[in-house]
């Protein structure tokens, strides 16, 4: 069983940089593909980004590309979310999610979940 708790979420403004983390336990480190999923009020939970196992491989939503950065470290067994150049629309709880299908942008894919972690975005 596989645990995932994020932390770094909070209140920013415009333009404002935050690094969300994503630290898991119970499971073997470096052997899960890690995705981001963020949702809004009202909306659907949507596909951020994913990393492979080793953190050479990643892909992200179009509307993030060059704003936001996927890493991992796999010796402390966390993943990371760099997020620069914030914008309202990038308000939403975001969750990390664990699964083995590869780089997949599809929730029902991932079978662990960690239970949020809250992104303001006021201008």
């Known amino acids: 069983q596989v645990q995932l708790v994020e932390s770094g979420g909070g209140k920013v403004q415009t333009g404002d940089s935050l690094t969300l983390s994503c630290a898991a336990s119970g499971g073997i480190p470096g052997v899960y593909y890690i995705a981001w999923f963020r949702q809004a009020p009202g909306k659907e939970r949507e596909f951020v980004s994913v990393i492979n196992r080793t953190g050479g491989s990643t892909s992200y939503l179009d509307s993030v590309k060059g704003r936001f950065t996927i890493s991992r470290d796999n010796a402390k067994n966390t993943v990371y979310l760099q997020m620069n150049s914030l914008e309202s629309e990038d308000t939403g709880v975001y969750y990390c999610?664990?699964?083995?299908?590869?780089?997949?942008?599809?929730?029902?894919?991932?079978?662990?979940w960690g239970q949020g972690t809250q992104v303001t975005v006021s201008s």
């Open positions: 999610a664990a699964g083995l299908t590869g780089l997949d942008t599809r929730p029902e894919y991932y079978r662990y």
